[in-house]
């Protein structure tokens, strides 16, 4: 595979990691029989940050195999 598409898939696993907090948080909360801001915002501090940290790293990775294929013109 050329770095374009190991870049093009990281780029997707973040999106991918970015959004299944999101969902985590409103399974998590799919019982509850009133919904509001503060009460997805607790629902989210459950879940943790360890989804966005990955998210981010898997993006950095994904942006620098995409600027080093267009760097050497694979």
Same mark, same amino acid.
């Given at each position: 595979? =050329? +770095?374009?598409? @190991? *870049?093009?898939?990281?780029? &997707? !696993?973040?999106? !991918?990691?970015?959004? @299944? +907090?999101?969902?985590? %948080? %409103?399974?998590?909360?799919? =019982?509850?029989?009133?919904?509001? %801001? $503060? &009460?997805?915002?607790?629902? &989210?501090?459950?879940? *943790?940050?360890?989804? @966005? @940290?990955?998210?981010?790293?898997?993006?950095?990775?994904?942006?620098?195999?995409? !600027? &080093? %294929? $267009? +760097?050497?013109? $694979?």
């Amino acid at each position: 595979m =050329n +770095r374009r598409g @190991t *870049g093009a898939i990281f780029c &997707l !696993i973040s999106a !991918i990691l970015f959004s @299944t +907090r999101y969902i985590s %948080a %409103a399974i998590f909360s799919s =019982n509850v029989s009133s919904w509001d %801001a $503060e &009460l997805f915002s607790h629902m &989210l501090g459950y879940v *943790g940050n360890t989804l @966005t @940290t990955l998210s981010g790293i898997s993006l950095v990775i994904g942006i620098v195999y995409l !600027i &080093l %294929a $267009e +760097r050497n013109k $694979e």
